[in-house]
């Protein structure tokens, strides 16, 4: 097979010389150059058009994700960071795995393993977000940063969904409302209907209807959102109607 060229960006200087002298003994990955910084890399990556980048999430200036929105990359990204929080925002850009620092020899073999075979691994999280923190998400085609906090309410389409976010109107996001139940507070975050989730926060009034469903109305939405029998007694245990 032909060689993968890779370059690496990370603002350690002792990182970069780790990480390529690592390298060296895999004689299917032709290191091509590195960077320090966000300005760097994208010189470099437009100079090289690298297979792989071997990419730093926290440097001074930018952050590793905003790297893939000021650059066009089609590489496979391997995440390179010392907090393991980041982790799932790195498979929110496909990142192909992350590894954390010190980089480990065999846990950097495993990687590469998978990186000639194609094989992609799932995030496994520990624990749910907090509200204060922010994903980052493909919506309506592009990568964007999405504070949680703002997110007011999630509608199911499919395999993806559409988001209430900010004063924004609706967008479209590749993930699913299973996906998103997985990772939000549910000390916030209610679903109210087998095709909605809504941030509580932002709920301004719930009527009752025939049939015992519900209608509820949330701050700058103009529509109000069903509320099925179903769900009706969760949202009752976080708020006073």
Avoid at 78 to 106: G, H, R, S
Avoid at 148 to 158: D, N, Q, T, V, Y
């Amino acid at each position: 097979m032909k060689h993968l060229k890779a370059i690496i960006v990370d603002d350690e200087w002792l990182v970069r010389e780790e990480l390529k002298t690592l390298l060296t003994e895999y004689p299917d990955i032709k290191f091509v150059g590195e960077a320090a910084n966000v300005t760097q890399a994208v010189d470099l990556v437009n100079a090289t058009q690298p297979d792989v980048i071997f990419l730093d999430i926290q440097m001074p200036g930018a952050t590793g994700f905003e790297l893939l929105e000021q650059a066009d990359i089609a590489s496979t990204i391997i995440f390179v960071t010392a907090y393991d929080q980041y982790a799932l925002k790195a498979f929110e850009v496909n990142a192909l795995d992350y590894l954390l620092k010190p980089i480990q020899k065999e846990r950097l073999a495993k990687t590469i393993r998978r990186l000639l075979s194609g094989e992609r691994v799932a995030p496994r999280l520990s624990h749910k977000l907090g509200y204060d923190d922010v994903v980052y998400v493909l919506v309506n085609g592009s990568l964007k940063f999405i504070k949680l906090s703002l997110l007011k309410c999630i509608i199911a389409e499919g395999n993806y969904s559409y988001i209430f976010y900010e004063n924004r109107h609706r967008a479209l996001v590749s993930k699913t409302l299973q996906d998103w139940e997985n990772l939000l507070p549910d000390d916030y975050f209610v679903r109210i209907h087998r095709s909605t989730i809504v941030n509580f926060e932002y709920v301004k009034q719930v009527k009752i209807c025939q049939n015992y469903t519900h209608l509820v109305y949330l701050r700058d939405i103009e529509k109000p959102f069903v509320m099925s029998r179903r769900y009706a007694a969760k949202l009752k245990k976080t708020m006073t109607w």
